[in-house]
């Protein structure tokens, strides 16, 4: 993993972004009830409110159409060598579902994906060993980063790749853990979401390019 620290003019503008989008913070403030020592909101929800506010748009109350899941990520070693991490994953779910009813919430426990690769694919892959890592992990560089408030309402990033391409509008493979994220499945996810149609001045780099 590389980890790459954004410039403090780019952390600002993420920064700004973030505080001008209602419902992202919204979402922030709930999370943080949770009181989970390490956590952020990341991937699609970020991506989301940097791009509206890139293509000029304003940000309300509520998330715009292209907002799936809000994608809430934590690291708790214990949950995973206890076993009860699914557990604790949907009561977290269930009690952010209860605090904002109006969001699609998805909860994972990053210190435990290892066993859901196990259980649910047949797969072996190493845990990560922080937060870090696992949002390093993800399928597109842009997507990998998050957002979380701190306990003096200030926001933190976790962007372990930077931000760059999240600011740039750049989508490209993010081909650090091809165990876990294969080219084949970043063109399929490409394939699937169509992002350009809510965010046309995107620039899609294909496998080739990279």
Sequence with gaps: MHDIAPGAAQAGQLKHFVRHTPWLMQ??????????????????????????????????????????????????VREAERGHWQSAQALARQQLQERLPWVRWE???QAAVHCWYRGAKGQA?????????????????????????????????????????LLALRVRYNASDPERVSPATY????????????????????????
Excluded at 189 to 194: H, P
């Design 107 to 109: 909860v994972v426990n």
């Design 27 to 76: 979402a922030l403030d709930a999370a943080r009830q949770q009181g989970w020592a390490s956590w952020c909101i990341g991937a699609g929800a970020v991506r989301c409110a940097v791009w509206e506010a890139l293509h000029g748009r304003a940000a309300g109350a509520l998330p715009p159409a292209c907002l799936g899941d809000m994608d809430v990520v934590y690291f708790d």
């Design 187 to 210: 063109e399929a996810r490409m394939s699937a979401k169509q992002w350009q149609r809510f965010w046309p001045g995107l620039e899609l780099q294909s496998l080739q390019k990279q």
């Design 125 to 165: 892959v190493p845990p990560f060993a922080s937060l870090e890592q696992a949002v390093a992990s993800w399928p597109e560089v842009a997507t990998c980063v998050g957002v979380y408030l701190d306990a003096r309402d200030e926001l933190q990033l976790v962007a372990p790749l930077g931000l760059d391409d």
